[in-house]
């Protein structure tokens, strides 16, 4: 794998593949809207500096976010966001999650003997398939998804349908690095090598496009995808967090 990209490359890398459905610079940090599905795509991208004095930043942030009916929510990778965040935390923003991000080279993982589907575009199945913080997707959740270069969709079916899909996951390559989110396995088919099938499925298809490394983001918390992910090859690049704000 090439010599890694500093946290803040890799950060901007990462939200070219995740998208709010509105997006604004704001000096050097990046306003997202997207109806209030997932956490990177509804809020402010922490990296290097606002064209403003932070108190100042952190206000304007705040009514960006108030004027469009979400609450406040900034995402702060570390290290090198430590005066940022005071600033959040100054403001009384709360310190909510923490996610590890890993990468990894897209070399060794071999293929498995169970059948993935790739698609551009998820249909029905693959929307009810992935399960976002356990929960079934908002209406705006497709628009998010599909908002991105090239996005493929990963999906396993195991019973006919109408049942639903074993498994599901989505891939965008990103300047030769493949970007992995949404990986979710229904619970009947868990221990069954799904996962790791769907991740050997979009690092050929990666692969095939001249990709070289893959990125991926994990709740702390998670340890079966910790474990999943390890066995991958997977080390810890950066961490980041969100501050939040008041309700709107």
Do not use: I, K
């Not at 970007?179 to 050997?200: I, K, N, P, Y």
């Not at 501050?243 to 709107?248: I, K, S, T, V």
């Amino acid at each position: 794998m090439p010599v890694p990209p500093s946290v803040a490359a890799l950060e901007r890398l990462a939200a070219r593949s995740w998208r709010g459905l509105e997006e604004a610079p704001y000096g050097d940090w990046l306003l997202r809207a997207g109806g209030g599905f997932t956490g990177r795509a509804n809020s402010v991208l922490v990296l290097g500096d606002p064209p403003a004095d932070l108190p100042d930043a952190v206000d304007a942030v705040t009514h960006w976010y108030t004027r469009r009916g979400l609450q406040p929510r900034a995402q702060v990778p570390g290290p090198g966001n430590e005066e940022a965040d005071a600033a959040f935390d100054a403001a009384g923003w709360a310190h909510h999650d923490e996610v590890l991000v890993l990468t990894a080279p897209l070399t060794g993982w071999a293929e498995t003997a169970v059948q993935v589907s790739l698609a551009p575009t998820p249909d029905d199945a693959w929307l009810a398939g992935y399960r976002y913080r356990g929960t079934p997707l908002p209406p705006v959740a497709a628009a998010v998804l599909a908002n991105a270069d090239e996005p493929v969709f990963a999906a396993v079916r195991c019973d006919p349908e109408p049942a639903p899909l074993a498994a599901v996951a989505r891939g965008v390559l990103v300047d030769g690095w493949l970007c992995v989110t949404a990986v979710t396995v229904d619970e009947r088919h868990r221990r069954r090598g799904l996962a790791t099938a769907v991740m050997a499925a979009l690092g050929a298809w990666a692969r095939d496009r001249d990709g070289h490394s893959c990125l991926l983001q994990v709740a702390q918390e998670n340890t079966p995808a910790l474990a999943l992910y390890a066995r991958l090859g997977f080390t810890e690049h950066h961490r980041y967090h969100y501050r939040l704000g008041p309700q709107a």
